[in-house]
C-alpha cells in the first residue's frame, strides 16, 4: 500500500531544457510535501518543501507545485544541468513534524 | 561543522545474528529518525527518537529497537536477522524545536544479511 508514487521509474532530459518530476500521493491526511535529491553513496539531501496552504513554491532553478484535488505534486527543473543528474524522491507527512513517507523515486539523467 | 555521521559503512552478517548501528547527529540537532532503503525503493521509516525516548514509529517489528544517548547520538538494533534485513540503513537528523523539522541524511551503512 505506495501511499506516496513516482510512476516514471527514470528520465531523460537534454542540458539546459525543463526537468518534470512527477509525483501522486493517496492519504488526504497529508499536509506538508517535500522533495529530496540522492547521489550514489549519499546520503539524501533535502530540496525543496510546500505545505499544503500553498499551490507553488519556488527556489532558484526548482519550482514545486501542487494539486490537491487531484493529490498530485511536481518539481520543475529549470534549466537543468549535468549536476542535476540523481535520484529524486518526493515525500510527504501530515504535519511539518510526522513521520516522512518517501515515494520510490525518479531517477534523472541530465545529458550535456 | 560535521554533517550527520554513521558507522560501520558497510557490515555482513548472517541470518539469526543481531547487528546494532550507529548515527551522530549534526551539531545542534535534537532529534534523530533511522529509515530503512531496500533496492529500488523509497527510504522506508523505522523510528525516531527524542529527549531519549522513541516518538514516532513506523511498521516495524519489534526485532528492531533503538536507542538515544544523553549526547543526541543514536544506535539502530537489530535482531534475529533476516534475508529480508539487507538494505541500505540511513539515520537523519533534526531540530525539533527549529519550526519546521528539515531532516538531514548520513550517508548510510549498507547491511548484507547471508
Known amino acids: 500500500d505506495q501511499q506516496v508514487k513516482q510512476n516514471s521509474p527514470s528520465l531523460s532530459v537534454q542540458e539546459g531544457r525543463i526537468s518534470i518530476l512527477n509525483c501522486d500521493y493517496t492519504?488526504?491526511?497529508?499536509?506538508?510535501f517535500l522533495w529530496y535529491k540522492k547521489y550514489p553513496a549519499e546520503g539524501p539531501t533535502f530540496l525543496i518543501s510546500?505545505?499544503?496552504?500553498?499551490d507553488k513554491n519556488e527556489d532558484g532553478r526548482f519550482t514545486v507545485f501542487l494539486n490537491k484535488s487531484a493529490k498530485h505534486l511536481s518539481l520543475h527543473i529549470v534549466p537543468s544541468q549535468p549536476g542535476d543528474s540523481a535520484v529524486y524522491f518526493c515525500a510527504a507527512r501530515k504535519t511539518s513534524y510526522d513521520k516522512v513517507i518517501f515515494g520510490p523515486g525518479t531517477s534523472l539523467s541530465v545529458i550535456p | 561543522d560535521a554533517g550527520v555521521t554513521q558507522s560501520p559503512t558497510h557490515l555482513i552478517k548472517t541470518r539469526g545474528q543481531q547487528v546494532t548501528l550507529r548515527c551522530s547527529p549534526k551539531s545542534g540537532h535534537d532529534t534523530v529518525s533511522w529509515y530503512q532503503q531496500a533496492l529500488g525503493q523509497g527510504p522506508q521509516f523505522i523510528f525516531q527518537?527524542?529527549?531519549?525516548?522513541?516518538?514516532q514509529r513506523g511498521n516495524f517489528p519489534d526485532r528492531f529497537s533503538g536507542h538515544q544517548f544523553p549526547n543526541y547520538s543514536s544506535e539502530l538494533n537489530v535482531n534475529a536477522l533476516l534475508l529480508g534485513d539487507s538494505a541500505l540503513y540511513l539515520c537523519a537528523s533534526s531540530m525539533l524545536a527549529g519550526g519546521t523539522d528539515t531532516q538531514y541524511f548520513g550517508p548510510g551503512t549498507r547491511l548484507t544479511v547471508l
Open positions: 527518537y527524542y529527549e531519549e525516548e522513541e516518538r
Open positions: 492519504n488526504s491526511m497529508f499536509d506538508y
Open positions: 510546500i505545505s499544503s496552504i500553498k
